[in-house]
């Protein structure tokens, strides 16, 4: 049996941390930001975890 393919779009969007977490990026920062206020684009600036709901499908996606 061949080897699993990573997907290449999720192999782009998350990292994995020291302790095994999934670190993402959050959303809605790359265009139409005239009408975000300062605070909100500053805050989606920062990195978070996922959520532990859709940790299984991550994981399946990087094939962990």
Same mark, same amino acid.
């Given at each position: 049996?061949? *080897?699993?393919? !990573?997907?290449?779009?999720?192999? *782009?969007?998350?990292?994995? !941390?020291?302790?095994?977490?999934?670190?993402?990026? /959050?959303?809605? *920062?790359?265009?139409? %930001? !005239?009408?975000?206020?300062?605070?909100?684009?500053?805050?989606?600036? /920062?990195? !978070?975890?996922?959520?532990?709901?859709?940790? *299984?499908?991550?994981?399946?996606?990087?094939? %962990?």
């Amino acid at each position: 049996m061949p *080897k699993m393919k !990573t997907k290449s779009s999720a192999k *782009k969007r998350f990292k994995l !941390t020291g302790t095994g977490k999934i670190k993402r990026k /959050h959303a809605f *920062k790359s265009h139409i %930001l !005239t009408k975000k206020s300062t605070k909100r684009k500053r805050n989606l600036t /920062h990195s !978070t975890l996922v959520d532990k709901s859709d940790v *299984k499908s991550v994981k399946d996606q990087l094939v %962990l």
